[in-house]
């Protein structure tokens, strides 16, 4: 062992991990078993795309810490093909997914939302709950590890990839519902990631898109991202996620100047930030795991050679989404030329094992860390569960503005209604394309008579009483922006970005996603955010509509983009 080894093992008996001295020891025997070629194995954590058990094989024949799952809709192919992992592994690896709900809920678990959602229905308690109803499917799944929550802060609107995925902009709202989260998933056997070190929603770029750029002054950056960063480390959470985002404030702070481009180094690279910074500055003890590592934040920052070893000698234990084949070859490579030293890479196999022990995994065989299908069927998407995502959506769905006279819908005032609908893409090809029929059932069930809007007919006071403007697009990663598509809804280009209805005809706009939506739209008299787009959220929307449900839910942000003149609703016409 090197000689920071004992210092390593034994800050594993305090927080976050927490090991016992048995759990300790079988971290010491296990890496002292192992090469150095199974010691980087150990450091890598691959993506697995849908369910091909060939390609599964193919990656832990590597012997790796772990792997990611990105399920397919067959939920016993996807059982399968995590049970051959678990399988085919000497030392019980990680099973991690992106399980923040929305766009990456899998369909055959409970409809659980988005975080901006969660925060909607201003319950830090209901947000423990759903914590541990998701927890319960996941280990089911085989799942050991998610990389939630998100504590950034939404603080700047145009951030696209932040949105939805946030607990808005509110600090305290963040914080309290962060850590409710954190307990609540690790009390349930999952392992919480907070993400993304060292804070997004302050810069309106995107990671996946460039190195963005947190440009709090270091006192700020202290009260705002460091504060919930912080408070989630005092509630025992296991990891942080090291994303792809300078902040050269702290970077001023060690020594650097305007003529250094190291200010605006990515934290997943960046040995300030995230070892003197995280680990020195905020005490964090626990795993530190970097962001995705194809990413265009670190790939447009340095070469491959140079950026996997970097990552974990700047201080990352966990290597997110490597090239099979290539960088366990430049990780070696990396150790020979002395970019990586034998000191980190032995600290961060003992903190993979340690996170390994302190999820129990070691003392566990295969069939306790993943369900029969049987047993899977009976616990995912239970009704005790359904019910508890209805509540929810219930509880979560938020009229901004109305125009006055306009609600509750009726068949009688307004019989016809023309649907505009912006059907969100998938945000991969194996998730389900969803529709808006959930919702449209609603209305034709009451009566409506529902017909989609054709460009080649344009609606008019004469033949319809009402357009319903439906807009899906939750937080979109990899994206220059987000807003509402005019031309793409109404058709013909040029001239069909410049129709607006609603001065004519009585019209309501919903969000089942961005809750920014407003300000393309600032003369619109009504307004819903229901923040996701799955089901239970479409059919609440639909009867609160109606009247048939008050309307519940809080915004955790402005939805109207620090533009007095969104306020106003109106005067349009409505239907007497």
């Not at 954590?45 to 990105?70: C, E, K, N, Q």
């Not at 997110?320 to 000191?343: I, K, N, W, Y």
Request: proline share 7%; charged share 20%; aromatic share 8%.
């Amino acid at each position: 062992m090197s000689a920071t080894a004992p210092d390593t093992l034994a800050s594993l008996s305090r927080a976050p991990f927490n090991l016992a001295p048995d759990d300790i020891a079988w971290v010491r025997r296990t890496l002292a078993g192992l090469s150095t070629t199974d010691r980087i194995g150990q450091l890598m954590l691959y993506a697995t795309f849908g369910d091909d058990p060939g390609t599964v094989r193919s990656i832990m024949a590597t012997r790796p810490g772990g792997i990611h799952r990105f399920m397919g809709p067959n939920l016993a192919q996807g059982l399968e093909a995590t049970r051959i992992a678990l399988e085919e592994s000497e030392i019980p690896p990680l099973v991690s997914g992106d399980l923040e709900g929305g766009p990456m809920s899998f369909p055959f678990m409970v409809p659980v939302p988005n975080q901006l959602a969660m925060a909607a229905c201003g319950d830090p308690d209901l947000t423990a709950e759903i914590a541990t109803m998701l927890a319960s499917e996941a280990r089911v799944l085989g799942f050991n590890w998610s990389f939630t929550p998100v504590v950034d802060i939404n603080a700047r609107f145009r951030a696209a990839a932040v949105g939805t995925r946030s607990y808005g902009s509110d600090l305290e709202t963040v914080v309290s519902h962060a850590v409710a989260y954190v307990r609540a998933l690790q009390a349930s056997g999952v392992a919480a990631s907070v993400k993304h070190w060292p804070g997004d929603g302050f810069d309106e770029r995107d990671q996946h898109l460039l190195t963005s750029i947190n440009p709090l002054a270091f006192e700020e950056w202290e009260t705002l991202s460091g504060h919930a960063f912080r408070k989630t480390i005092e509630a025992g959470v296991l990891t942080v996620m090291a994303a792809h985002i300078a902040l050269p404030s702290w970077q001023r702070r060690m020594g650097g100047t305007d003529s250094d481009r190291w200010l605006y180094e990515p934290a997943s690279l960046s040995r300030r930030l995230t070892t003197d910074l995280l680990r020195g500055h905020l005490g964090f003890n626990g795993l530190v795991v970097s962001d995705a590592t194809p990413m265009a934040g670190l790939t447009g920052w340095a070469d491959r050679a140079t950026a996997v070893p970097l990552a974990i000698e700047a201080g990352c234990d966990v290597f997110l989404f490597p090239v099979e084949g290539v960088d366990a070859r430049l990780m070696e490579e990396g150790l020979r030329t002395g970019r990586l030293s034998e000191a980190r890479l032995e600290e961060a196999c003992l903190r993979v094992l340690a996170l390994k022990a302190a999820l129990g995994l070691h003392r566990r065989p295969v069939s306790e860390r993943i369900a029969t299908l049987d047993e899977a069927r009976a616990t995912l998407a239970s009704p005790a569960h359904v019910a508890k995502s209805e509540t929810i959506a219930r509880r979560s769905v938020t009229l901004v503005k109305q125009q006055e006279g306009l609600l509750p819908l009726q068949p009688a005032r307004y019989p016809r209604v023309v649907v505009i609908g912006d059907y969100p893409e998938p945000l991969m090809p194996i998730m389900p394309r969803r529709s808006y029929e959930p919702f449209l059932g609603v209305l034709r069930e009451a009566g409506f008579d529902v017909r989609e809007y054709d460009q080649a007919s344009l609606p008019t006071p004469a033949d319809t009483d009402l357009i319903i403007y439906l807009l899906g697009g939750e937080a979109t990663i990899a994206a220059t922006g987000h807003g509402i598509d005019w031309g793409r809804l109404h058709g013909g280009g040029f001239r069909g970005s410049m129709i607006r209805f609603w001065a004519e005809i009585p019209t309501v706009m919903v969000s089942f996603g961005q809750p920014y939506l407003l300000n393309d739209a600032p003369q619109l008299g009504t307004y819903v955010n229901a923040y996701t787009v799955q089901a239970p959220w479409q059919r609440a929307v639909a009867r609160k509509l109606l009247g048939q449900e008050a309307w519940e839910g809080v915004s955790p942000v402005d939805p109207f983009c620090g533009d007095p003149s969104a306020r106003f609703s109106g005067p349009f016409p409505v239907r007497g």
